[in-house]
């Protein structure tokens, strides 16, 4: 799995008539998709199952929070389902990812990563939980503690990228939501920034859902995302 397209879109739907609609229209230009929580539960997990079997990679972004044997499990299922890249959340420390990456070992093309700090999180959220350290020192921390329990990469904001890719060299995966094309509103990312700039800070794969979902032409979409990558934004109207 090589990040020769960066793209992920995010199936974010609450049902899914819509989702399978987008992947449709979008046909051969994408060729990965996220499906998180809202969509598997209410899809269920024949959804993964289709999306593998016309030939997409699957991120199914679960962030897994609960005692290692659970998570071993999940990490299990999503390896049976066919999915590329589960999330598991780096807060449940050591065991929790020591397990997820264990369970993985059977599933070759299943890459575990490390959710360090949700993209809606600032250092006042930090702060309400506990925790002193900015967010950025908070995902630095999160993310070595990923790599040392085996971890195959973690997500994080487009704005940590270059300091994670300083940080945690050329080979890790590095996975940014919050990423939206130039001019658009963030919604609920509080840390934000376009395709180029994730890129450019060393993002293996960015995620964008609604910028593409929502579009009127979701091929046009894709292709202003990928004029942006390249350092064409002038090619986004």
């Not at 609609?21 to 899809?43: H, I, M, N, P, W």
């Amino acid at each position: 799995m090589e990040p020769t397209d960066r793209l992920v879109v995010a199936l974010d739907f609450d049902s899914r008539r819509p989702a399978e609609e987008v992947v449709d229209r979008l046909g051969d230009a994408c060729g990965f998709y996220k499906v998180g929580l809202e969509l598997l539960t209410v899809a269920g997990p024949d959804l993964v199952r289709g999306l593998v079997a016309r030939g997409k990679h699957v991120f199914l972004d679960l962030k897994l929070f609960e005692i290692p044997n659970s998570v071993a499990g999940a990490v299990r299922a999503a390896g049976a389902l066919g999915a590329s890249m589960v999330t598991v959340h780096s807060m449940g420390g050591r065991g929790v990812m020591n397990a997820a990456v264990t369970a993985a070992r059977d599933f070759p093309r299943l890459r575990v990563l490390a959710l360090t700090v949700v993209t809606s999180m600032t250092d006042t959220d930090l702060d309400d939980i506990g925790v002193t350290a900015s967010t950025t020192d908070q995902v630095g921390r999160l993310a070595r503690l990923a790599m040392e329990s085996g971890c195959h990469g973690v997500i994080a904001s487009p704005r940590e990228a270059a300091l994670l890719r300083g940080h945690l060299g050329p080979d890790p995966l590095i996975v940014t939501p919050g990423v939206v094309l130039p001019g658009e509103s963030p919604d609920d990312h509080a840390r934000h920034a376009t395709p180029w700039a994730a890129v450019a800070g060393g993002a293996s794969y960015i995620v964008l859902g609604r910028s593409v979902t929502r579009a009127a032409d979701p091929v046009a979409a894709v292709r202003l995302v990928r004029s942006d990558v390249a350092g064409r934004p002038e090619a986004i109207a």
